[in-house]
């Protein structure tokens, strides 16, 4: 079984910044990617960040030189520093992981939590 949980989001003013953490826990070898999702109501929930185990990051173009991206592989955590937030940042943030289990690549998801940036 494995656990995925992110944690501090929350309601900050447009220009402001957030960090938000995940941990995975449980029975599992190792965890190759990491990465970060949103879905803002009525939109398809999109990867906006990922990282993988040597920590080599990407990000989509409306976050890049906003967020950062980092893991702490020894701690099976990750997180994301998101700063010049913008109102249109305003969406649920997930976490994701693909981590090994008996030899095996298996995705799991985080319950997500809420960002929302007023203007």
């Known amino acids: 079984q494995v656990h995925v949980a992110e944690s501090g989001g929350g309601l900050v003013q447009a220009g402001g910044s957030l960090r938000l953490s995940c941990v995975a826990s449980?029975?599992?070898?190792?965890?190759?990617?990491m990465g970060w999702y949103r879905q803002a109501p009525g939109q398809q929930r999109e990867l906006l960040a990922q990282?993988?185990?040597?920590?080599?990051?990407n990000y989509i173009p409306s976050v890049k030189g906003r967020f950062t991206m980092s893991r702490d592989n020894a701690k099976n955590t990750a997180n994301l520093q998101m700063n010049s937030l913008k109102p249109e940042d305003t969406a649920v943030y997930y976490c994701?992981?693909?981590?090994?289990?008996?030899?095996?690549?298996?995705?799991?998801w985080g319950q997500g939590t809420q960002v929302t940036v007023s203007s």
């Open positions: 449980g029975s599992f070898s190792s965890i190759d990617f």
């Open positions: 994701a992981v693909k981590a090994f289990v008996d030899g095996h690549l298996y995705d799991y």
């Open positions: 990282i993988t185990n040597s920590g080599s990051t």
